[in-house]
């Protein structure tokens, strides 16, 4: 089930952001290309938040150990961490943006 999550504008390009959908935490990031998703927002190999990350490319960066995660596979692509995080679907209806956060797309 979808939940509104922010609207597009709540979003700064090239940023992640912390939100909350359906009780799970959840990394919003805007790339500078302007698409938006939304993945898993801690770290598969620390209890970090990847939203306090640096976003660059595709990836987000955790802030700890710095692997970083595609934010469409949600595989890290360098080490430390070795397993892959959620990434959950995005739909934009106008200026809203939703989450369905109950069933991850890449698992
Ligand atoms: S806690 Fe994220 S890479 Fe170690």
Redesign the pocket.
């Known amino acids: 089930m979808r939940e509104l999550v922010c609207q597009v504008d709540d979003l700064t390009p090239g940023q992640a952001h912390a939100a909350v959908v359906e009780g799970r935490n959840v990394a919003m990031i805007r790339l500078e290309d302007g698409t938006i998703h939304a993945i898993e927002d801690e ?6 938040a ?1 939203s306090e ?1 640096e976003v660059s490319g595709r990836c987000v960066e ?6 970083r995660f595609d934010v469409d596979s949600g595989e ?1 692509i360098t ?3 070795t397993a892959a995080v959620a990434v959950y679907r995005v739909e934009i209806e106008g200026d809203d943006v939703y989450v369905d956060s109950s069933t991850p797309i890449n698992f």
Not at 62 to 67: A, D, E, I, K, Q
């Open positions: 770290c598969s190999h620390g209890a970090v990847l990350g955790c802030w700890l150990h710095g692997s890290p080490p430390p961490a």
